[in-house]
């Protein structure tokens, strides 16, 4: 103890030789407040010759005397102006006037930066607690802090040999927000068979979403319009101002609030999921606001008439869609290396820009994690150009495949927001691969994935390129290099796979007249409208499917409307799975809309009245399936 208040003096005295103004920090801390505080050190009361200090609800003590009271080694370094101490192998690193500290080397934040008032050196007391091996307790009520800090080894006592023992790293914690990859600095915690995490992952990886302290104990956490008031160690706890109290008690630690995640998560209109892996070290987080941009569709119950087969439906535009959906499952008999292609497209004499889409629909049924990849492979002697990459993809662990991956793509595509990738625009040059986008997958979950981009030549000449989906089992994969044959098909599982020339279909239905009885009829019905043929696929890979059920596709429906009355009338759209259980996403009129789970033949949607007293009207559909088989889906029109 003797040898750490020698070097604690000689830096005080410095840092007090370099800052002359008393009034230095009065003028830059407008909030400053001296206060009367109780402090409680391992339950010994301490007091300081100075003030004690609050900033905006940070309670700040004196350097020389709260180091000295935990027994902590400190040094100064003059020329920076950072105060470095020690206690318990922890090191910490204020820098005057920063709000940025350094914790082990790790950099960290500080609400409040450590200051200069009335020539005595300040710095903020939880933050330094926490981080020196101790908690911090606070009582707003009655002023008092209470300081509980683990004892630190007697300097005087002989050291003991302690046999060498190999450095294990430390695995760090992966969380996924949303399909985000995240490696965790801080690592959850569990009290009482709950999850927590610091709120800063939530701020931090989600859109139109912030945090703040209010003040030393109190925090407030917003994700997209949903305010969580949470406060240290209490079970009251506000949504949007209304108090909810239960078993969950979020908490300060590392001068981070760590928040009851499944809370969170339930308290969302569209709710969400959570799922924690124990051997990964993995946590899933999903929540479906985020996820899922538009509104589901009221169900309605009863059944329908027979409908008919949809006539002259023909492709529409030349997004030409590559289908990576078999094998589904990959399982050791298919999937015989560690690197694999699962599909490919080799595209020959392109001049002008080649729109394409990529879909994927893949289980990971392996002995481990899998890494998924889209790459491209420059086979000419010309440089080519990728422009305009984006797309969406999703994981699930759960049976909710079509709720957890199929809605987010389809609303995605009818919603025109996609994401940008990372390298929206690339050149590749001749003979090179390059990655356009990457996906992880984890044991036992499904990977779903669209992804549009547009590729031209540079020059202008014939360019020739190969467009692939790799799977990689390497801890540290290199898909670029993946070149090998394509992996067999599943034949005993009719998933698709294949190279059609678009991703869209058009069908204009008879003209309805008003007041006349309801009408429906079948789409992707396999029979009229069955264009995407393992016959028809551009590439024949090492075996192809057929894709009746247009999966990555969109159907256009147009409706013609006539209307002889002169009268407003009211037009109504139904939509039912005629093959087993469906949902999907509509586009009408412009606006989408969600399709939840359907049984058939029980349950039905109904569209937004269209109201129209014009001679001649039209509406405009636009539906995207949500994965599964359970088609074809049936369009019903009628008049209210």
Request: proline share 5%.
């Amino acid at each position: 103890m003797k040898k750490y208040l020698a070097v604690l003096f000689t830096a005080v005295l410095a840092m007090s030789l370099f800052y002359g103004s008393p009034s230095y920090a009065a003028e830059k801390n407008k909030n400053l407040v001296e206060q009367k505080v109780t402090v409680i050190i391992n339950g010994e009361y301490i007091s300081f010759q100075d003030p004690i200090l609050n900033n905006n609800g940070t309670i700040l003590l004196p350097m020389r005397g709260f180091y000295e009271a935990i027994g902590a080694g400190v040094s100064w370094n003059q020329i920076d102006k950072i105060a470095t101490s020690e206690r318990n192998g922890q090191i910490v690193e204020l820098t005057i006037d920063s709000k940025t500290a350094k914790v082990n080397g790790m950099n960290a934040q500080l609400l409040v930066a450590p200051m200069i008032y009335k020539d005595r050196t300040y710095i903020p007391m939880r933050f330094v607690s926490e981080n020196s091996d101790g908690q911090v307790y606070w009582d707003q009520e009655s002023k008092v802090v209470e300081v509980i800090l683990n004892e630190a080894p007697d300097d005087e006592s002989p050291e003991e040999e302690v046999p060498e023992v190999p450095v294990v790293p430390e695995v760090k914690h992966i969380l996924y927000m949303n399909n985000q990859r995240i490696e965790m600095e801080l690592s959850p915690i569990t009290k009482d068979g709950r999850m927590y995490i610091p709120a800063s992952y939530f701020s931090d990886y989600l859109q139109d979403s912030f945090s703040q302290w209010v003040d030393e104990t109190s925090f407030d956490l917003t994700i997209s319009g949903l305010t969580f008031s949470f406060t240290d160690n209490s079970n009251r706890i506000y949504v949007n101002g209304e108090l909810y109290s239960g078993s969950e008690k979020p908490f300060i630690q590392y001068s981070e609030m760590y928040v009851p995640v499944k809370f969170i998560v339930d308290s969302f209109k569209n709710g969400g999921s959570l799922r924690y892996v124990q051997e990964d070290k993995t946590i899933y987080i999903s929540l479906y606001d985020y996820i899922l941009t538009s509104d589901f569709l009221e169900k309605s119950y009863g059944s329908l008439n027979v409908p008919q087969l949809v006539e002259n439906a023909a492709l529409d535009g030349n997004r030409e869609l590559m289908v990576s959906d078999n094998p589904e499952e990959l399982i050791p008999s298919i999937i015989t290396n560690a690197n694999e292609t699962l599909a490919e497209n080799h595209v020959q004499g392109v001049t002008a820009t080649k729109e394409h889409r990529v879909y994927g629909w893949h289980i990971n049924k392996l002995d481990g994690r899998a890494k998924i990849g889209i790459t491209i492979q420059n086979t000419s002697s010309s440089e080519i150009q990728v422009t305009n990459s984006k797309g969406i993809s999703q994981t699930t662990s759960n049976s909710w495949s079509t709720f957890d991956v199929g809605l987010p793509l389809s609303d995605a595509v009818l919603t025109d927001t996609l994401r940008d990738a990372k390298e929206s625009k690339m050149t590749i040059a001749p003979g090179e691969t390059k990655i356009i986008q990457t996906y992880d997958l984890g044991k036992n979950y499904l990977l779903g994935f669209t992804h549009d981009f547009d590729i031209r030549s540079v020059s202008g000449a014939a360019v020739n390129y190969t467009i692939r989906t790799v799977l990689s089992l390497d801890d540290e994969p290199k898909l670029e290099t993946i070149h090998s044959p394509v992996v067999p098909i599943n034949k005993y599982a009719a998933h698709p796979r294949g190279v059609w020339p678009s991703s869209a279909l058009k069908v204009t239905l008879p003209a309805y007249t008003v007041d006349s009885e309801q009408v429906g009829y079948n789409i992707s019905n396999g029979k009229t409208d069955h264009f995407l043929t393992d016959e028809n696929s551009l590439d024949k890979m090492n075996g192809t499917v057929g894709n009746p059920g247009h999966f990555g596709m969109s159907y256009k429906v147009d409706i013609p409307i006539v209307n002889d009355s002169g009268k407003m009338k009211y037009i109504l759209v139904k939509i039912t799975g005629r093959g087993g259980v469906y949902s999907g996403a509509v586009k009408m009129n412009g606006r989408t809309y969600l399709i939840p789970t359907l049984k058939p033949g029980e349950e039905y949607v109904q569209l937004p009245v269209h109201r129209s007293k014009k001679a001649k009207d039209v509406i405009n559909l636009e539906i995207i399936h949500a994965g599964g088989s359970n088609l074809p889906v049936a369009i019903y029109v009628e008049t209210r």
